[in-house]
């Protein structure tokens, strides 16, 4: 039994000079201990570090196989999220790629092309899964406590990106409270074996700044939505305590390296192990169907193949026209306009639409993805939502070859339950403003969730 571990440093406080000190003892002990890991800095912070003549960490940062991208100001309002709250979705991603891609040059410039990103704190945004491929940084290395997909220890496509929302196993707030966590910081790693299955991943995240500081740098300069008129570094530890902090990550280290049955890898590593994305094979179609009746739409593994929730509609709608199985299905992406409507599950209230509709909607569908890769959100001239047309096809396929089928049945769209609710995300993350509740994010999250699917490692 195996596990991956990562180990993800956050570099981004660009206030507080002590925390350069700290990034270069932390990079010592990985050395010391040969270990690999994921770091992550903020475009202001690569800014900060050439300004302030400390070149040699910059060239030693270069020498790292996985460098990323931590957002171009991190905490500065406005914030990611805050933004792109209200935005449609395309200007959204017009904007991203603006305000982080001058980020994004800045870190190539002064050290090297990141090639991962991690967003800053709570913001997450849908935006990013077309952003990132502009911005030439295919991994989002994301975490189960930021990312607005459920925690899993698997990677999942979305769109054309690879997105790891990874289970966070270290006490939290975890390097701010060295060394009094030290104990049950190495015990969550010693378990993490036991808990997770063969070949899952965990990570630990840090930032190098807590090794010196008492408050977060962000809170003390940008908390509640407000900028305070001088900004400053964050209260820095007393001197011993610097010292037994320093002592005690060291250890951590130390004994973590030497975790039974943990591998520890960096993300570009870990990603570079899968099967680069692809559109599966038209299969066997009562195979499919089958699975459709049990699990609804949503990402699936059918025979063999990763399906996205939107590649299974397209896989019907071929089924539909009379397409034999073997060939591979085009590209085809989440609907650009859609919102799940409140009859919520298809067939739970409406009849199946008849078999003469549901065809000629299987030929709207197979030109709309030939036009334009995505799916449509709705078919005919009274729009029938795309679920609906689903739900009607697997009606009119299923009966086809079995008669059992009940006349009512429902096909859920389980692709929703990777999609936290709101309750669960981080809208609280002390930096927002109080109340900040960005539903119009989480909406475009549920939305393009049709294009998740499983990633799958190499054999
Ligand atoms: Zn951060």
């Not at 870190?107 to 913001?123: D, H, M």
């Not at 407000?226 to 570094?233: D, K, Q, S, V, Y």
């Not at 709207?364 to 001239?381: A, K, M, S």
Request: aromatic share 10%; charged share 20%; net charge negative.
């Amino acid at each position: 039994m195996k596990v991956y571990g990562l180990i993800r440093f956050d570099i981004e406080d660009f206030l507080t000079r002590e925390s350069d000190e700290a990034l270069e003892f932390i990079m010592d002990v990985m050395d010391e201990f040969h270990m690999p890991a994921s770091y992550s800095i903020v475009g202001k912070k690569a800014q900060i570090l050439h300004e302030h003549d400390r070149q040699h960490i910059l060239q030693r940062l270069k020498t790292k196989h996985a460098l990323g991208f931590h957002s171009a100001t991190h905490s500065e309002h406005p914030t990611l999220s805050e933004e792109l709250a209200e935005m449609d979705y395309e200007p959204g991603v017009k904007r991203f790629v603006e305000r982080e891609g001058r980020g994004v040059d800045m870190v190539a410039k002064l050290i090297k092309p990141p090639r991962y990103f991690t967003q800053p704190g709570g913001n997450w945004v849908p935006q990013a899964a077309d952003a990132l491929a502009q911005l030439n940084m295919p991994v989002f290395f994301s975490d189960g406590w930021n990312s607005y997909i459920v925690t899993s220890p698997q990677p999942m496509w979305i769109e054309d990106i690879v997105h790891w929302s990874l289970p966070v196993l270290n006490p939290k707030p975890f390097a701010m409270k060295l060394p009094d966590n030290l104990d049950e910081a190495v015990e969550m790693v010693e378990k993490a074996p036991s808990q997770l299955s063969q070949g899952d991943a965990f990570m630990i995240m840090v930032h190098p700044t807590e090794l010196v500081t008492t408050k977060f740098w962000d809170a003390v300069n940008f908390k509640f939505g407000a900028t305070i008129a001088t900004l400053r570094g964050a209260p820095l530890r007393s001197h011993n305590d610097m010292v037994e902090t320093f002592e005690s990550f060291r250890t951590y280290i130390r004994q973590i390296a030497q975790a039974p049955n943990v591998e520890w890898t960096d993300i570009l590593e870990l990603s570079a192990r899968l099967k680069p994305l692809s559109s599966p094979y038209l299969g066997n179609r009562y195979e499919l169907l089958s699975h459709l009746l049990k699990n609804g739409l949503g990402p699936a593994v059918v025979h063999g193949e990763s399906f996205s929730a939107a590649e299974e509609v397209l896989s019907l709608a071929l089924y539909c026209i009379g397409a034999t199985s073997g060939q591979e299905l085009p590209r085809v992406k989440a609907p650009r306009d859609w919102s799940q409507d409140n009859e919520s599950v298809p067939g739970s209230s409406l009849p199946p639409m008849t078999f003469e509709g549901v065809k000629s909607g299987a030929g709207e569908i197979i030109e709309h993805v030939r036009q334009c890769r995505r799916l449509p959100h709705g078919v005919g001239t009274k729009l029938v939502s795309i679920e609906n047309w689903a739900y009607s096809a697997v009606f009119h396929l299923s009966h086809s070859f079995n008669k059992t089928i009940p006349q009512t049945f429902s096909l859920p769209l389980t692709f929703l339950d990777y999609v936290k609710e709101p309750s669960q995300l981080h809208w609280d993350w002390p930096i927002f403003p109080p109340e900040f509740q960005p539903y119009r994010l989480w909406r475009d999250t549920q939305r393009i969730a049709w294009s998740l699917k499983p990633a799958q490692y190499r054999h």
